[in-house]
Nanobody, 127 residues
Framework: QVQLVESGGGLVQAGGSLRLSCTAS????????VGWFRQAPGKEREFVTA?????????YQVDSQKGRFISSRDNAKNTIYLQMNSLKPEDTAVYYC???????????????????WGPGTQVTVSS
């Protein structure tokens, strides 16, 4: 079993930055695909970005919100980070991290491919 916990959410002005953390326990997730999703009030949960292990200590990131959101990993801490820059009011949502234990090389936005989810952290961007 893997437990995921997000942190780092909060209130920020438009144009500002936040760094979210997703810390795993129970098992190392260094080889897992880790996705970030978000859910705004009244909307369905949507895909934000994902990082995929490609071997060794190499990862690549898909769909980084046009370069505004950068994901990185600290395997020693079993933690994934999401650096969010140039935030907009429409980025306001609860942000979730999710880990997929089975290899998959496409459809990273498919939520059923992820086996473990964190409880989420609120991000609010004021205008």
């Amino acid at each position: 079993q893997v437990q995921l916990v997000e942190s780092g959410g909060g209130l920020v002005q438009a144009g500002g930055s936040l760094r979210l953390s997703c810390t795993a326990s129970g098992r190392t997730i260094s080889t897992y695909t880790v996705g970030w999703f978000r859910q705004a009030p009244g909307k369905e949960r949507e895909f934000v970005t994902a990082t995929i292990w490609t071997g060794g200590n190499t990862y690549y990131q898909v769909d980084s919100q046009k370069g505004r959101f950068i994901s990185s990993r600290d395997n020693a801490k079993n933690t994934i980070y999401l650096q969010m820059n140039s935030l907009k009011p429409e980025d306001t949502a609860v942000y979730y991290c999710a880990a997929g234990t089975r290899p998959f090389d496409s459809h990273y936005d498919t939520q059923s491919k992820y086996d473990y989810w964190g409880p989420g952290t609120q991000v609010t961007v004021s205008s």
